[in-house]
């Protein structure tokens, strides 16, 4: 059974950063993708920024393009999204998702993740 346990939410001022971490387990290959994705009180979920597996591609949303990073540490199964120059903006629950038939043309398609982690708070204080 895959599993996704979120960490590393919390409250900062703009300008400073976070670490979020998206520990994973139950995967039998590396044929899948994992996303964040965030959701801001009264809006629609967004997609963040997405790390195929099988290729080792890295994804961004617009919106957080220069500032976000994700990476993967293979040892630890575990996959990060370094926030720097948080602003407001950014404040919302954040969620990593795994999906196996994720591709270029649907990184940001929640509808294309099977699973997902239970979220994780990150408030940006102006």
């Known amino acids: 059974e895959v599993q996704l346990v979120e960490s590393g939410g919390g409250l900062v001022q703009a300008g400073e950063s976070l670490r979020l971490s998206c520990a994973t387990s139950?995967?039998?290959?590396?044929?899948?993708?994992i996303g964040w994705f965030r959701q801001a009180p009264g809006e629609d979920l967004e997609g963040v920024s997405c790390?195929?597996?099988?290729?080792?591609?890295?994804y961004y949303a617009d919106s957080v393009k220069g500032r976000f990073t994700i990476s993967s540490d293979n040892a630890n199964n575990t996959v990060y999204l370094q926030m720097d120059s948080l602003k407001p903006e950014d404040t919302a629950i954040y969620y990593c998702?795994?999906?196996?038939?994720?591709?270029?043309?649907?990184?940001?398609?929640?509808?294309?993740?099977?699973?997902w982690g239970q979220g994780t708070q990150v408030t940006v204080s102006s």
């Open positions: 790390f195929t597996k099988r290729d080792g591609k890295t």
């Open positions: 998702a795994a999906g196996t038939t994720v591709g270029f043309t649907n990184v940001f398609s929640f509808g294309a993740y099977d699973y």
């Open positions: 139950g995967f039998t290959s590396d044929d899948y993708a």
